[in-house]
């Protein structure tokens, strides 16, 4: 079984949503912009997979546009309560400082998981450091509405909220065929409705009902 997440793994509830990320991976849509566009805001409910496409984002960028893999993973912030301005600009300006040429673009890619975490003075000086030539921000939030405007105007904007039912029971198909089990629409729909949207959910309650299905066979 093959348990290494891919990009086409990712279920996306807008059809727009999967189209700007086809576009930034493929180069159509070039980052950073010549036109000031230097992040990726993922933005929506919780347990949509925001943080998994955000770190399966780089590497697939770096191929999509060059050809060649990123070769380390990506510079990965986890925002937390406190988090002050000048704490921020320290880690990036760290991250910044190395040489990015490890990687054939030369660009240095900076995850920020949670941003609407931050305060206010620190999303100011985040907005300054989305500034930065050569690097591209991907950021995260449940919380879009609570974000500095000024931040905002420098990413491209990917709403990530709930897919549909017909799209999650394909998800819960993919996974237990992963794992040998069948369960039928009626099993795989009653799963999904009750998971508020959350492909986090949907996975944990598939695996666990495909499991149990096994154990009883057994028993």
Do not use: W
């Not at 010549?34 to 943080?51: A, C, D």
């Not at 300006?93 to 900076?110: L, M, Q, V, W």
């Amino acid at each position: 079984m093959n348990t290494e997440l891919t990009i086409n793994d990712i279920v996306f509830g807008n059809a727009e949503s999967k189209r700007i990320i086809e576009d930034i991976i493929s180069g159509a849509e070039p980052m950073p912009s010549p036109y000031g566009k230097t992040g990726i805001l993922l933005y929506g409910v919780y347990g949509t997979g925001k943080t998994a496409l955000a770190r399966l984002l780089p590497n697939a960028i770096e191929i999509g546009t060059t050809g060649n893999e990123l070769g380390m993973d990506a510079e990965f912030i986890g925002c937390q309560q406190g988090y002050a301005g000048p704490q921020v600009m320290a880690d990036i300006k760290s991250i910044a400082s190395k040489a990015a040429f490890y990687n054939s673009s030369g660009n240095h890619y900076i995850i920020i998981d949670e941003v609407d975490v931050l305060s206010d003075k620190a999303q100011e000086s985040l907005k300054t450091a989305l500034n930065a030539k050569r690097t591209i921000f991907i950021l995260t939030t449940n919380h879009v509405a609570s974000l500095d405007k000024g931040m905002l105007n420098r990413c491209i904007c990917v709403e990530m909220n709930s897919a549909s039912v017909p799209q999650l029971i394909e998800l819960g198909r993919k996974i237990t065929a992963d794992i040998n089990v069948v369960l039928d629409d009626t099993e795989l729909t009653e799963i999904v409705s009750k998971c508020g949207g959350s492909i986090r959910n949907v996975a944990d309650r598939v695996r666990r009902y495909a499991r149990r299905k096994l154990q009883d066979a057994a028993a």
